[in-house]
């Protein structure tokens, strides 16, 4: 692949060059671009047979209008066990994201970082009060809710946004945990739980938080399609919220903004809950096995991750941009470097969940690139010192415009008596928060040892092996019968008398997003009197026809 490629990554602000330019740059022939372990796309699912049937009636769907969005969100909403009037799809998820900010984000929005780049590009390109609380290092990355509710009052922010699993962390927070921070945050004007990568977690069993956000005045959930679903290019995903919220998301939207190809994916769902079942199961499989590989690599440090993707920072010394070109252009492997997200720099990549054929290629590039001494490794001898530089210089400057003090620790504050400050004056701004110790109790949620350097070289240890593939989760939060899931690297949630939340403020004041929600009986779709059963899609009791 020609070095040319790489000068497409010089013109990207915050996300990565798209295939197709990457395609285009190498040529344009067939299979020319690279193994992809950039864009966190399902790769067992569609299967093989539904992606010759879309093929066979291309011409059919892209001649004509799809329906009407309506008719999309009412199939998808019947596979899902979802009121209809509780859900608004979108071209995308950045396109809700995007109707999110202009309609319900008054002033200033509270967003962890690093993170999902739209959560803080979107809002500041409006000119919104973007407050950004930095994940630490030092704690894996981990995101202390109790924490960010005191940020979020010190700083006085209106809107908050929490993305569980976190991108591109993979950091996993307990469905007991966010209901007891949705429920603390009752006095904001929006609460956003950013679900978009929840379908490969199996932390728990009921992870999503769709039905509690129903009968919430506040709280807005955004799921995906096209990651899940292994779809990027056709664009759609959701949003689940009480009536009144979604419907002034779904007002705004174009008759026809989802495209026929969505339409088509989203009837033949109800055929394949089966096979989609399967690979999610695949994808958790791949993800054990691939962070096993990955952690033997000498000073390669994997964090624990509920997507289907694994955060790694790079050996002392190896600068992620080089790392990122190298392997591109020598080893046609696409990495993603994340010295442009707010609150990473370049030392650090994410690396997408493949099959194990490709992981074996991605480790054996890892390894020359990183330690060969065909072209010179990547990581320099130790007198060198670590020189990397990329991302560090625009996190300070990004963080600083938006929150006053910068990156200045919490300590820095003088000590007082335990309470909330009030919210600072315009321009002052608020100290970020000190690094969060990891408490004894939470100690596996920090980074998967990694081995000392072996003397020479040594081969990866075996894929440890997974319990045989049974019923998974499916993508809806009712219960579905599953073996017990494999131990998980997440600590259980704490007692609710553990996390002390501070009192809320004043209640919201006029003119806010309205009021609004549903029983539990209308959000299961019944009178109250009857039974549903607790199955959802995928599943035979939610589908004409298991395939």
């Known amino acids: 692949m020609s070095g040319n490629v790489t000068s497409l990554f010089r013109s990207t602000a915050a996300h990565s060059p798209s295939m197709a330019a990457l395609t285009r740059e190498s040529g344009g022939e067939a299979g020319a671009g690279p193994v992809d372990f950039c864009i966190p796309c399902n790769p067992y699912f569609p299967t093989p047979a539904m992606f010759d049937e879309m093929a066979g009636r291309l011409r059919e769907i892209i001649t004509y209008y799809p329906s009407g969005a309506d008719t999309i969100t009412a199939e998808l909403c019947g ?293 060969g001494s065909g072209r010179g490794a990547a990581v320099p001898e130790p007198a060198t010192g670590t020189g990397y530089s990329s991302g560090t210089a625009a996190v300070d400057r990004l963080v600083s415009e938006t929150n006053g003090a910068g990156m200045r620790a919490l300590s820095d504050r003088p000590a007082g008596p335990p309470g909330l400050p009030a919210a600072p004056a315009a321009g002052t701004g608020v100290p970020l928060p000190a690094a969060v110790p990891v408490a004894p109790a939470a100690a596996t949620a920090g980074p998967m040892p990694v081995p000392a350097p072996p003397q020479a070289p040594q081969a990866a240890p075996a894929p440890q092996p997974a319990p045989d593939p049974g019923p998974v ?9 599953q073996s017990a899931p494999a131990p998980s690297p997440y600590p259980a949630p704490a007692p609710a008398a553990a996390v002390q939340y501070p009192a809320p403020a004043a209640p919201t004041p006029p003119g806010v997003p309205a009021r609004g929600g549903l029983t539990a009986a209308q959000v299961r779709g019944t009178d109250g009197l009857q039974t549903v059963p607790a199955t959802g899609w995928p599943g035979p009791a939610s589908m004409g026809r298991t395939g």
């Open 473 to 481: 989760p499916a993508p809806h939060p009712a219960p579905v019968p």
């Open 79 to 371: 596979l899902l066990r979802l009121p209809p009037q509780c859900v608004a799809m979108g071209n995308g998820s950045t396109e809700l994201i995007t109707w999110i900010d202009h309609l319900l984000v008054r002033e200033s929005l509270a967003v962890p970082v690093p993170t999902f780049g739209r959560w803080t590009d979107q809002p500041m390109e409006t000119g919104k009060r973007v407050d950004m609380y930095p994940l630490q290092e030092s704690g894996g990355f981990a995101l202390d809710l109790a924490r960010y509710a005191e940020f979020v009052r010190a700083r006085g922010t209106r809107a908050v946004v929490v993305c569980n699993p976190n991108n591109p962390d993979g950091g996993y927070l307990h469905k007991q945990e966010l209901v007891r921070f949705m429920d603390a945050m009752a006095d904001r004007d929006l609460v956003v739980i950013d679900e978009s990568f929840l379908e490969f977690a199996d932390a728990e069993a009921e992870p999503s938080v769709v039905q509690e956000a129903t009968l919430r005045p506040n709280v807005v959930v955004l799921r995906s399609l096209g990651k899940n679903f292994g779809l990027h290019g056709i664009r759609f995903g959701y949003l689940v919220a009480n009536p009144a919220l979604a419907g002034r998301v779904r007002a705004m939207l174009p008759k026809w903004n989802l495209n026929s190809l969505a339409e088509h994916v989203v009837f033949m769902l109800r055929d394949h809950g089966p096979e989609y079942a399967r690979s999610l199961h695949q994808v958790r499989r791949d993800r054990l096995e691939m962070a096993s590989q990955l952690s033997a690599l000498p000073g390669l440090t994997v964090y624990p991750s509920q997507g289907n993707f694994l955060f790694v920072r790079l050996p002392v010394g190896a600068e992620g941009t080089v790392v990122r070109d190298r392997m591109l252009t020598e080893h046609r492997i696409l990495v993603r470097e994340c010295g442009n997200k707010i609150g990473s720099s370049s030392r650090f990549l994410r690396l997408v969940v493949r099959p194990q054929v490709d992981v074996r290629r991605l480790v054996s590039g890892l390894e020359q690139v990183l330690y």
